[in-house]
């Protein structure tokens, strides 16, 4: 007879009473669990940002190195871009159009314009990319993504920051020209970096809502070229703001006139004008450093609200 092996018998395995609801609730809470694919509280969604500050310093230097680190100069076009484009500004409306329009220093006014506006203009693009063009990251590692559009414009922040060295020293050499009266150093010129302070949080917020509304609607992208061109032209940017107010009808004055003025953009360009310079059409005023904190911390909660709220849906639409 063959000898056939004998079978182990296995008991049976346990029978384990499915966790209700509360127990699952519970466990989650013990570890620290999270469901995915569902937006967070509010609280809990800002200590997520907090704890990870670190990832998003990387994001933003990582990105503000690599704009540049195929070109030949390297970083140093994150000087030579604004140079150059503050330069054709200069030359086109400051030297040859002559288009001072009762400004001392054309050159300083548009240059400082120019360097400011710059920072709003690439933050507000990026933005509005942060989101849409960042699909596969979204979709491989869960994080906050507000961390996207923050590191996009702290990014920008670092890019500009050298850039405003370059910028005051146009300012100063602009005063050696004949034309222009000198202009001298003065102890308003720290306050610059809580101008930039507060550009850089508007800006964080701008680019909350634009990275939102283009992940929705990603037509939306080619649009936001056209309403930057507009901002700058209606933000006094080459042109001073009164330009346009004292060029309107009289029945217009009253209602556009201080919608051109107190605009966020025309609000940072004056405080650095006004920092910066010695015009007598900008006058260091407390009133415009107060509409430029409301505008930023308003822009900022307003549009960390709005991204937060579509949290869920970034990389799924």
Same mark, same amino acid.
Not at 33 to 59: E, N, Q, S, W
Not at 212 to 241: C, E, H, K, Q, W
């Given at each position: ?24 609730? #519970?466990?989650? /809470? ?23 500050? /670190? ?36 030359? !086109? ?23 400011? %506006?710059? %920072? ?45 060295? #370059? *910028? ?39 680019? %909350? ?14 649009? !936001?070229?056209?309403? *930057? ?35 966020? &953009? ?33 822009? %900022?909660?307003?549009?960390? !609200? &709005? ?11």
């Amino acid at each position: 007879m063959d000898a056939h092996p004998e079978q182990v018998v296995r008991p049976p395995a346990p029978v384990v009473p499915p966790l209700t609801s509360s127990q699952r609730r #519970a466990l989650a /809470a013990e570890y620290d669990l999270t469901a995915m694919g569902v937006r967070p509280k509010l609280t809990r969604y800002v200590r997520d940002l907090i704890r990870r500050r /670190a990832f998003i310093h990387v994001l933003a230097t990582s990105k503000a190195y690599a704009n540049n680190q195929n070109n030949y100069l390297g970083q140093v076009w994150a000087l030579l871009n604004p140079i150059l484009n503050a330069t054709v500004y200069v030359i !086109i409306f400051g030297l040859l159009l002559d288009t001072s329009r009762g400004v001392e220093n054309a050159v300083a006014f548009i240059v400082i314009g120019v360097f400011l %506006f710059r %920072f709003v203009q690439q933050s507000v693009s990026g933005g509005s990319k942060s989101i849409a063009g960042k699909t596969n990251l979204i979709r491989s590692l869960h994080f906050p993504r507000a961390v996207l559009p923050i590191s996009t414009v702290l990014s920008q922040l670092a890019t500009l920051l050298p850039a405003l060295v #370059a *910028m005051c020293g146009i300012v100063l050499l602009s005063g050696l020209l004949p034309q222009y009266p000198v202009i001298p150093v003065t102890w308003q010129w720290l306050l610059l970096p809580c101008a930039v302070a507060l550009m850089w949080i508007f800006n964080t917020g701008i680019a %909350f809502i634009v990275a939102r509304v283009v992940a929705i609607t990603p037509d939306l992208d080619n649009v !936001i070229s056209f309403v *930057m061109r507009f901002v700058m032209y209606g933000s006094g940017v080459i042109f001073p703001v009164t330009h346009y107010v004292d060029n309107l009808p009289g029945a217009w004055q009253s209602v556009l006139g201080p919608v051109l003025e107190y605009q966020p &953009v025309a609000v940072y360009l004056y405080l650095g004008r006004s920092i910066l310079t010695e015009e007598e059409a900008f006058p260091p005023d407390p009133t415009m450093w107060a509409l430029g904190a409301g505008w930023a911390v308003l822009t %900022f909660v307003l549009g960390f !609200i &709005v991204f937060w709220r579509g949290e869920e849906r970034y990389g799924r639409d």
